[in-house]
């Protein structure tokens, strides 16, 4: 898990702290952070606003964390932080 495993507890906690309807991780470094949790990967291409294809495909993972009274299912928005992503096209 790298320098971010001793925060992980904590980061469950807070995220467990209040109902929510999704949870987002954003940035690659998570893949590697939650590699063990990831139950399905996408890699997909986008459609650029003027009607093309991106050159690079992007991706996003389904991750599940348990803990104490059951599990969170979240995403891994891993492209997220790319500079120039089609970003209404990468949310839906």
Request: with cysteine; charged share 25%; hydrophobic share 40%.
């Amino acid at each position: 898990m790298g320098a971010l495993a001793p925060y992980f507890s904590r980061l469950v906690e807070v995220i467990t702290a209040y109902d929510r309807h999704f949870v987002l991780f954003c940035g690659a470094v998570f893949d590697q952070l939650l590699d063990r949790r990831i139950t399905n990967r996408h890699e997909f291409w986008l459609t650029k606003a003027d009607g093309s294809r991106t050159n690079g495909k992007y991706r996003f993972a389904n991750v599940e964390l348990p803990y104490a009274d059951g599990t969170i299912r979240a995403g891994i928005a891993s492209s997220f932080a790319r500079q120039g992503i089609p970003m209404d096209a990468y949310a839906e």
